[in-house]
């Protein structure tokens, strides 16, 4: 068994009489450690597919495994603790906590689980030690996506999560928040999930999955996955 799967996945959603299916039976696995990006069209269903993985949302009908467990059956309690300590999220817009610092931003997610990761190394290996006690309205946007990412791993979560990790942001700070997640997947060896629109960055990933209309039209992996360093779009 893949370390995730999907089979047969569907998510209905009723909008007035009309029900619309944004996954439609989406099938496709993924493995330990690799960096998978997942493309497809604006409503294409990346952000429903990856909430379910997340334990976010739950879906209408098929199944999901990670690791061997089925998520798709957990009861509201195990879900909340799979969320807790399996999963971490990068969202668009960072989502950080205004009122805490960069450092109690992690730290209040490290302290969620039993075995969280250190939070001084991991403002290092983001490279914003500096910055440690600005809030995050005194950081730029990379700055706290950086932070954003950090906050998701403290919890060394099994599986990182990224929904548009850089679609807020210019071309060289998404470039260096990419290069990030790539060397978490390479160095740490993290299972890391990346939607993107940019079709160009498939090349960096061990494997891309196409969403269309709420199913995958390919899931193929990259034998020879290319440096961020050496992407241009
Ligand atoms: N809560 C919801 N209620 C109704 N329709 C939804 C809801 N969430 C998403 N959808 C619809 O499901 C489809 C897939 O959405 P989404 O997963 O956000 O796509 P993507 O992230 O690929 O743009 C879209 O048609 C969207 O309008
Ligand atoms: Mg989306």
């Known amino acids: 068994m893949a370390y995730i799967?999907?089979?047969?996945v569907k998510?209905?959603?009723k909008t007035g009489s009309v029900d619309l299916f944004a996954l439609n039976g989406a099938d496709f696995i993924i493995e330990k450690g690799e960096?998978?990006?997942?493309?497809?069209?604006?409503?294409?269903?990346k952000t429903t597919l990856l909430n379910i993985m997340g334990g976010m949302d739950r879906l209408s009908s098929g199944q999901v495994f990670l690791d061997?467990?089925?998520?798709?059956a957990l009861k509201e309690n195990d879900l909340a603790l799979y969320?807790?300590?399996?999963?971490?999220?990068?969202?668009?817009?960072?989502?950080?906590?205004?009122?805490l610092t960069a450092y109690e931003n992690i730290e209040m997610a490290s302290q969620l689980?039993?075995?969280?990761?250190?939070?001084e190394k991991l403002l290092r290996d983001v490279g914003l030690t500096e910055r440690k006690n600005n809030f995050p309205s005194q950081l730029s946007g990379g700055e706290q996506q950086r932070i954003a990412i950090a906050r998701a791993i403290a919890k060394n979560p099994k599986l990182l999560l990224c929904d548009e990790p850089t679609g807020a942001l210019?071309?060289?700070?998404?470039?260096a928040v990419l290069k990030l997640l790539q060397d978490l997947s390479l160095k740490n060896g993290m299972t890391v999930v990346i939607i993107t629109h940019n079709t160009?960055?498939?090349?960096?990933?061990?494997?891309?999955?196409?969403l269309k209309n709420g199913v995958v039209s390919s899931n193929v992996v990259n034998p020879n996955p290319v440096s961020i360093d050496l992407i241009e779009w």
Do not use: H, W
Request: net charge positive; hydrophobic share 40%; with cysteine.
């Open 200 to 210: 160009a960055l498939t090349a960096m990933a061990d494997r891309v999955i196409r």
């Open 113 to 119: 689980v039993k075995e969280p990761m250190d939070c």
């Open 35 to 45: 960096l998978c990006i997942i493309v497809g069209q604006s409503g294409a269903g």
């Open 83 to 99: 969320r807790r300590n399996d999963v971490g999220f990068v969202f668009q817009f960072y989502n950080l906590i205004p009122n």
């Open 5 to 8: 799967e999907f089979r047969d």
């Open 11 to 13: 998510k209905v959603y």
């Open 68 to 72: 061997g467990r089925e998520i798709s």
């Open 170 to 175: 210019d071309y060289q700070t998404g470039k």
